[in-house]
T-cell receptor, first 112, second 112 residues
Framework: GNSVTQMEGPVTLSEEAFLTINCTYT??????LFWYVQYPGEGLQLLLK?????DKGSNKGFEATYRKETTSFHLEKGSVQVSDSAVYFC???????????FGAGTRLTVKP | NAGVTQTPKFRVLKTGQSMTLLCAQD?????MYWYRQDPGMGLRLIHY???????AKGEVPDGYNVSRLKKQNFLLGLESAAPSQTSVYFC???????????FGPGTRLLVL
């Protein structure tokens, strides 16, 4: 079945450092891929998404490119801020199932 | 626009007690979902619904029941709570499959 594997955390970075969180997936067909972010005490919210191969999702300085050949959707940001401290989830949806599959989550802490 | 709301925010139960978690959305979404979030395991789907009057099992349905009598509401029931059901429960909704899911703020449940 469909599944997502993402880089284990926690990840601790200094402010303005470069961030990469790896995510790979297993799926039949062409799923949609997502990154969600969860701030402390809150629900998940969409950070970015891509719905077909080679699409790049971007938001708030974060980017991820849908790579069909490597089945990956790695999250990157060139310069992290303290306010980016959160848990990040990679996820995929469809096309052969009705639910969304999530990775285990990666906790990011950014220190000033 | 409240989005997705969940009640209660926090609850403590004794083993064997029952309770119902309520999820409501005001976005006219067809799809609704219940997840549980446990440390190191990401989100796991309990049950979902593809429209009013429909429900289906997800990845971890045992010990839970659901109902979707109205399009905007999705109820999650625990008939006889067990300590293994201690978790944070999230409700989500989406307009169509493979599209962005919108999450509620979560319900923290402790079963003693």
């Amino acid at each position: 079945g469909n599944s997502v594997t993402q880089m284990e955390g926690p990840v601790t970075l200094s402010e303005e450092a470069f961030l990469t969180i790896n995510c790979t997936y297993t799926a039949t067909g062409y799923p949609s891929l997502f990154w969600y972010v969860q701030y402390p005490g809150e629900g998940l919210q969409l950070l970015l998404k891509a719905t077909k191969a080679d699409d790049k999702g971007s938001n708030k300085g974060f980017e991820a490119t849908y790579r069909k050949e490597t089945t990956s959707f790695h999250l990157e940001k060139g310069s992290v801020q303290v306010s980016d401290s959160a848990v990040y989830f990679c996820a995929l949806s469809g096309p052969n199932n009705n639910d969304m599959r999530f990775g285990a989550g990666t906790r990011l802490t950014v220190k000033p | 626009n409240a989005g997705v709301t969940q009640t209660p925010k926090f609850r403590v139960l004794k083993t064997g007690q029952s309770m119902t978690l309520l999820c409501a959305q005001d976005m006219n979404h067809e799809y609704m979902y219940w997840y549980r979030q446990d440390p190191g395991m990401g989100l796991r789907l309990i049950h979902y619904s593809v429209g009013e009057g429909t429900t289906a099992k997800g990845e971890v349905p045992d010990g839970y029941n659901v109902s979707r009598l109205k399009k905007q509401n999705f109820l999650l029931g625990l008939e006889s709570a067990a300590p293994s059901q201690t978790s944070v429960y999230f409700c989500a909704s989406s307009y169509v499959q493979q599209e962005t899911q919108y999450f509620g703020p979560g319900t923290r449940l402790l079963v003693l």
